[in-house]
């Protein structure tokens, strides 16, 4: 899991305000994924892509954006349309092939909004 | 959609004992069962995962049991260690759905030494 990277490490917003969360993959994965953590809590998908230029919604994507324009590269927008958005926001990747569906994932930013 | 059910959401045990962490999960097409530790502030981490055709599987100290009728499957962590002390997270998922990975509200593991 080495080959995530994520950035930056922590990060702060005034409300009303767009922030865009980065996730580099050297791992020649096909598929990303986006979650959120609250305290406490488990992982909640936001988003995910199979493939470049392709993405679908996961469970809780009102207020965010993504894009995959690279293999390597999935980053994650937070909206102001984001109601509550301080959390820790963790990016994985798998191979993506039937069998080799181990998600890696990286070392998480902790957004607050100030 | 998957919903998958972790209990206890805590657990303490002394250092040398055994521990289990229980999930249950609703959708019967699941095919693919991680368990992740997540240490304070760190990335989760893949510990060992089970696949349906296979009802049980060990790696050194830790084993995961799946039983497909009653949809459950379980963590048992044996000769527990301080180091084993974490969050534990299980997770399910469809490999013909994009692996799209749904996980339980997580175990905090407290090892008493």
């Known amino acids: 899991d080495g080959g995530i990277t994520q950035s930056p490490k922590y990060l702060f917003r005034k409300e009303g305000q767009n922030v865009t969360l980065s996730c580099e993959q050297n791992?020649?994965?096909?598929?990303m994924y986006w979650y959120r953590q609250d305290p406490g809590q488990g992982l909640r998908l936001i988003y995910y892509?199979?493939?470049?230029?392709?993405?679908q919604k996961g469970d809780i994507a009102e207020g965010y954006s993504v894009s995959r324009e690279k293999k390597e590269s999935f980053p994650l927008t937070v909206t102001s349309a984001q109601k509550n958005p301080t959390a820790f926001y963790l990016c994985?990747?798998?191979?993506?092939?039937?069998?080799?569906?181990?998600?890696?994932f990286g070392p998480g930013t902790r957004l607050t909004v100030l | 959609g998957e919903n998958v059910e972790q209990h206890p959401s805590t657990l303490s045990v002394q250092e040398g004992d055994s521990a289990v962490i229980k999930c249950t999960y609703s959708?019967?097409?699941?095919?693919?069962f991680p368990w992740y530790k997540q240490e304070l502030g760190k990335r989760p981490q893949l510990i060992i995962d089970?696949?349906?055709?296979?009802g049980e599987k060990k790696d050194q100290r830790i084993a995961v049991t799946l039983n497909k009728t009653a949809k459950h499957f379980s963590l048992h962590i044996t000769e527990t260690q301080p180091e084993d002390s974490a969050v534990y997270f299980c997770?399910?998922?469809?490999?013909?759905?994009?692996?799209?990975?749904?996980f339980g509200g997580g175990t905090r593991v407290l090892v008493k030494p």
């Open positions: 994985a990747s798998s191979a993506g092939l039937a069998g080799a569906d181990t998600q890696y």
């Open positions: 791992l020649n994965h096909d598929a």
């Open positions: 892509s199979q493939i470049v230029n392709d993405f």
């Open positions: 959708d019967s097409a699941s095919n693919y």
């Open positions: 089970i696949r349906s055709n296979v």
């Open positions: 997770a399910a998922s469809k490999t013909t759905a994009g692996n799209k990975l749904t």
